[in-house]
């Protein structure tokens, strides 16, 4: 095993999780967890404002088999990271896919495209100017924190639509205080809610105004919608996930292929190639290289931290076991 598996990307530090001594209480279903509570997707309270959260370009639906066990499997990292685009069933709760051409499985097969063969095939969004406003919007809501993670830090009840409801003036609060800390975040939450309606053009970060632009900023969500917008991982073994991929209810779906990246999960699997990847790396790649073929050819760390606990697990196995290279997962890809 590599000291640094991912020397390259831009993956936050994962120092704090070391100093978690003991267990906690999951906040919602009160089991005890040592990092996340891998059946409610959400982070221990002592590190829950630590830990990395990111929005992504496209809805995941994790099909988990019923067989998998909960807390080795690497798709709960995906949720807790990403917890407004990924969810996990568990099979045979698949949900219903009306719109199929909108959909695409990750599963190797005759039929499989690559991510470029599939936008070559249906084509894709232009970097048109509503797409850089979007990213504009996300880059205020980025700079300021605004997700459901911070917030509960600094209010036990406050939902993000109690706070945006809440027009407190932060004017005369002291600088650090919660409330202050809140009045800043309603206020930019108001900032950009009128910049996305075109109400409030002023507010918005420089560069950003266009033509016309109450129309086009009214458009901005729906033109960011990409000609795929929800993509399906099956999580399990390799034997098990042949079953989820014979389900009726998958048939019909374009099915994508990873042919490039080479896995460094630490779970074995006999006779299985080295392209086969754990079910958060898959996500990973799978996003990078969605990234560069329907958003900006020019990818910059953007899904990085969804490795976040898969790198921590990573340093945490090889430390366990002596360098990790005596492991029967890395002996067998030796072969």
């Excluded at 309603?186 to 033509?211: Q, Y």
Aim: charged content about 30%.
């Amino acid at each position: 095993m590599e000291k640094n598996p991912f020397p390259d990307l831009l993956i936050d530090s994962s120092e704090f999780l070391e100093c978690i001594s003991g267990r906690q209480k999951c906040p919602k279903c009160m089991k005890s967890r040592k990092y996340y509570c891998y059946t409610c997707y959400l982070p221990v309270p002592e590190v829950a404002d630590k830990v990395p959260y990111l929005k992504l370009p496209i809805k995941i639906d994790v099909i988990k088999h019923p067989s998998e066990v909960d807390g080795k499997s690497t798709a709960v990292h995906a949720a807790v990271i990403a917890p407004d685009d990924v969810t996990v069933y568990t099979y045979p709760c698949i949900p219903d896919y009306d719109n199929k051409e909108k959909v695409v499985l990750v599963f190797p097969g005759e039929t499989s495209l690559t991510l470029k063969e599939l936008a070559k095939k249906i084509g894709k969004i232009p970097d048109t100017e509503q797409n850089c406003l979007k990213r504009k919007f996300d880059d205020i809501v980025n700079d300021n924190e605004i997700h459901q993670n911070k917030i509960t830090k600094f209010t036990d009840t406050n939902s993000i639509q109690d706070a945006k409801h809440d027009k407190t003036s932060s004017v005369g609060l002291k600088p650090g205080s919660k409330e202050k800390v809140i009045s800043d975040i309603n206020e930019s939450l108001t900032n950009a809610d009128d910049c996305v309606s075109g109400k409030n053009l002023d507010n918005c970060k420089p560069g950003i105004h266009t033509n016309d632009e109450s129309t086009k900023v009214d458009n901005a969500f729906e033109q960011e919608q990409y000609k795929i917008d929800r993509v399906i991982f099956i999580d399990s073994t390799w034997n098990q996930s042949k079953t989820i991929y014979n389900d009726e209810r998958l048939k019909g779906l374009q099915c994508v292929e990873l042919k490039t990246q080479e896995t460094k999960f630490w779970r074995s699997q006999r006779d299985i190639p080295n392209t086969y990847l754990s079910t958060i790396e898959a996500m990973y790649y799978f996003l990078t290289e969605f990234h560069e073929q329907f958003i900006s050819s020019v990818y910059q760390g953007e899904y990085d931290n969804l490795l976040f606990f898969f790198k921590f697990m990573y340093g945490k196995i090889r430390t366990l076991y002596d360098g990790g290279d005596n492991l029967k997962a890395y002996k067998d890809r030796k072969k």
